[in-house]
């Protein structure tokens, strides 16, 4: 549920205090999202941003709900540095947007995206596929739509629906069709697939993303948010009060859930996100990380399948791997 606006001041405040708090060395790129803080008031996200301060950042990246997105907050987001945008628009069809539990209707979302679009130039939208009453022939209308428009930077996501939902039944059986014909639209169109979920025109990809995808550090900053900093992960309570309470005590280490991982969980991880990735796994970087040489024998599986493709010192995705990922056990 979305935090009561009497809350927005306060939560602004803790996030610039532990933000202050925790940052020892600078960040290229920064994700203002995960949340949106497009529903802050002209007040407190002009607080938030002040607090941020003009850092001279590779990309900003600000997300947006479409009912919030106006000329005098998209004007403020750029006096302080945002330049590239994220919009979840989700589906273009009012019925699925109802189903969904979303405030705002399909046109609202595409004007939305043309103002986000022309004031920043970059940005990406999220749609959702394999969604309850959602034939393939809805989320292709969807992508085309926004390929007309213009879009530079798109990702889809199919929805996991949690058991004992009330929604109706997916369509699973669209899963595959749905994604591989929305993946061969976007490659026409130029926008080139360079993680599993994410297709871009060149120069427009995540660079923020990528540093996930590539295990670089990043520092996370509010309730449940994680972090990866000198090969750690670790997370702050997903709570609101203990975070709060952690935050004004200083943020101290030991008030962080932490991850150590075992030497087969950093090779399993770096295995698993490298594959993701366009690029796939670099064999050279594993045996220079973990010592010895990647077994490609693990991989004959489902090289044979036309899953995976192992050429010019890479192991990477290809044809209905991009599909099964999940199914592909290499480890």
Same mark, same amino acid.
């Given at each position: 549920?979305?935090?009561?606006?009497?809350? #927005?001041g306060e939560y602004?405040?803790l996030v610039?205090?532990? !933000?202050?708090?925790?940052t020892?060395?600078?960040?290229?790129?920064?994700?203002?999202g &995960?949340?949106?803080?497009? =529903?802050?008031?002209?007040e407190n996200?002009?607080?938030?941003?002040q607090?941020l301060g003009k850092?001279?950042?590779?990309?900003?990246?600000?997300?947006?709900?479409p009912?919030?997105?106006n000329s005098e907050?998209?004007?403020l987001?750029?006096?302080?540095?945002?330049?590239?945008f994220?919009l979840?628009i989700?589906?273009?069809?009012?019925?699925?947007? *109802?189903?969904?539990?979303?405030?705002h209707? =399909?046109?609202?979302?595409?004007d939305?995206?043309e103002?986000?679009?022309? +004031?920043?130039?970059?940005g990406?939208?999220?749609l959702m596929?394999? !969604?309850?009453?959602?034939?393939?022939?809805?989320f292709?209308n969807?992508v085309?739509?926004l390929v007309n428009?213009? =879009?530079k @930077?798109?990702?889809?996501?199919?929805?996991?629906?949690?058991?004992k939902? *009330?929604?109706?039944?997916?369509?699973? #059986?669209?899963?595959?069709?749905?994604?591989l014909?929305?993946?061969?639209?976007?490659q026409?169109?130029?926008?080139?697939r360079?993680?599993?979920?994410?297709? =871009?025109?060149p120069s @427009?990809?995540s660079r #923020?993303n990528?540093?996930?995808? *590539?295990?670089?550090?990043?520092? &996370?900053?509010?309730?449940?948010?994680?972090?990866?900093?000198?090969?750690v992960?670790?997370? +702050?309570?997903?709570k609101?009060?203990?975070? $709060? $309470?952690?935050?004004?005590? &200083?943020?101290p280490?030991? &008030?962080?859930?932490?991850?150590?991982?075992?030497?087969?969980?950093?090779?399993?991880e770096?295995?698993?996100?490298a594959?993701?990735?366009?690029?796939g796994?670099s064999l050279?970087?594993?045996e220079?990380?973990?010592?010895? $040489?990647?077994?490609?024998?693990?991989a004959e599986?489902?090289?044979?399948?036309g899953?995976?493709?192992?050429?010019?010192?890479?192991?990477?995705?290809?044809?209905?791997?991009?599909?099964?990922l999940d199914?592909i056990?290499?480890?």
């Open positions: 549920m979305p935090a009561p606006e009497r809350l #927005h602004v405040d610039l205090r532990e !933000l202050t708090l925790r020892k060395v600078n960040f290229e790129t920064m994700y203002l &995960g949340g949106s803080p497009s =529903a802050l008031s002209m996200l002009q607080k938030l941003l607090g850092n001279e950042l590779k990309e900003f990246t600000m997300e947006w709900n009912e919030q997105v907050k998209i004007q987001a750029l006096d302080f540095g945002v330049n590239r994220s979840g989700q589906s273009l069809n009012d019925d699925l947007l *109802k189903m969904l539990g979303r405030r209707s =399909a046109k609202t979302a595409l939305a995206f103002k986000l679009n022309s +004031a920043f130039g970059t990406s939208c999220d596929f394999c !969604l309850p009453n959602q034939s393939t022939q809805n292709l969807d085309k739509t428009l213009e =879009a @930077h798109l990702s889809f996501y199919g929805l996991t629906l949690k058991k939902t *009330k929604l109706p039944l997916q369509p699973e #059986h669209l899963y595959p069709e749905m994604y014909k929305a993946a061969e639209i976007l026409s169109a130029g926008l080139h360079y993680e599993v979920s994410n297709f =871009a025109k @427009h990809e #923020h990528l540093v996930y995808w *590539k295990r670089g550090p990043y520092l &996370g900053i509010g309730p449940s948010a994680h972090s990866y900093l000198d090969g992960r670790s997370n +702050a309570s997903g609101y009060v203990p975070w $709060k $309470k952690w935050v004004l005590s &200083g943020c280490q030991n &008030g962080l859930t932490l991850d150590i991982p075992s030497k087969e969980g950093r090779e399993i770096a295995i698993w996100l594959l993701r990735t366009r690029e796994l050279e970087a594993y220079r990380e973990f010592g010895e $040489k990647f077994d490609l024998k693990k599986l489902y090289i044979k399948k899953w995976l493709t192992a050429n010019e010192g890479s192991l990477a995705l290809s044809g209905k791997g991009w599909l099964w199914k056990s290499i480890f």
